[in-house]
């Protein structure tokens, strides 16, 4: 997990849009949003954040392929601390391990 998040930034994650899609609703959390086809907007106090998303070509290891997903974030009107503890929720629950 970071410390900081900037208003604006993209991450790269290892999931197909259907895991995403099936993560998404437990990672907002009680935040009102709206999906709108590859995209949502959601409110956060008087702020928002918008989260794109789109599928990228698999990373390749020898014979194993791992799935990618571009995403990025946008926040607006909201200040360091709103967009740490947005994220810092939304980093745990998308969070996936092993071990």
């Known amino acids: 997990m970071q410390s ?12 197909t849009v259907a895991e995403w899609l099936m993560w998404l609703p ?10 709108q086809g ?3 907007q959601a409110t956060l106090g008087a702020g928002s954040v918008r989260i794109q998303w789109r599928a ?3 990373r390749q290891i ?6 990618r ?8 009107g ?3 601390a709103q967009r740490y503890n947005f994220m ?11 071990g």
């Open 4 to 15: 900081y998040y900037a208003e604006q930034f993209d991450r790269e994650m290892g999931c």
């Open 26 to 35: 437990a990672a907002m959390g009680d935040v009102p949003w709206q999906q």
């Open 38 to 40: 590859d995209a949502l």
């Open 56 to 58: 990228g070509q698999p």
């Open 62 to 67: 020898a014979l194993f392929k791992l799935p």
């Open 69 to 76: 997903l571009h995403v990025g974030f946008a926040f607006e």
């Open 78 to 80: 909201l200040d360091d």
């Open 88 to 98: 810092k929720r939304f980093d745990l629950y998308m969070q996936r391990g092993g």
